[in-house]
């Protein structure tokens, strides 16, 4: 199966920026779509981001044109850039791959990560 290690979060202030890091095992990564989730204290695990396996992305409203996901195959890792942050972009963040899916829907990715926390203050 799949492992999926994140990393690259951290604490910022309103404003800045922060690249999350996704490291994933497996010689037929290039099949599988990714993304990204996210958790606040008390809510719900949201999509934020995904890219398909021509590289194709897709974004929910709340980090459109602030986020950027991107891949590179030969080093089996996915990217979450992100700029702009805002005090309401703090959650863990989540990296997810699927052999068959991609979109928004969480229950459709087959494999995740154990989540990096990405804190930004005012």
């Known amino acids: 199966q799949v492992q999926l290690v994140e990393s690259g979060g951290g604490l910022v202030q309103a404003g800045g920026s922060l690249r999350l890091s996704c490291a994933a095992s497996?010689?037929?990564?290039?099949?599988?779509?990714m993304g990204w989730f996210r958790q606040a204290p008390g809510k719900e695990r949201d999509f934020v981001a995904a890219?398909?396996?021509?590289?194709?992305?897709y974004y929910a409203d709340s980090g459109k044109g602030r986020f950027t996901i991107s891949r590179d195959n030969a080093k089996t890792t996915v990217y979450l850039q992100m700029v702009s942050l805002k005090p309401e972009d703090t959650a863990l963040y989540y990296c997810?791959?699927?052999?068959?899916?991609?979109?928004?829907?969480?229950?459709?990715?087959?494999?995740w990560g154990q989540g990096t926390q990405v804190t930004v203050s005012s």
């Open positions: 497996g010689r037929t990564f290039r099949n599988y779509a």
């Open positions: 997810t791959a699927s052999t068959n899916y991609y979109g928004r829907n969480r229950d459709a990715y087959n494999y």
């Open positions: 890219i398909n396996w021509d590289g194709d992305t």
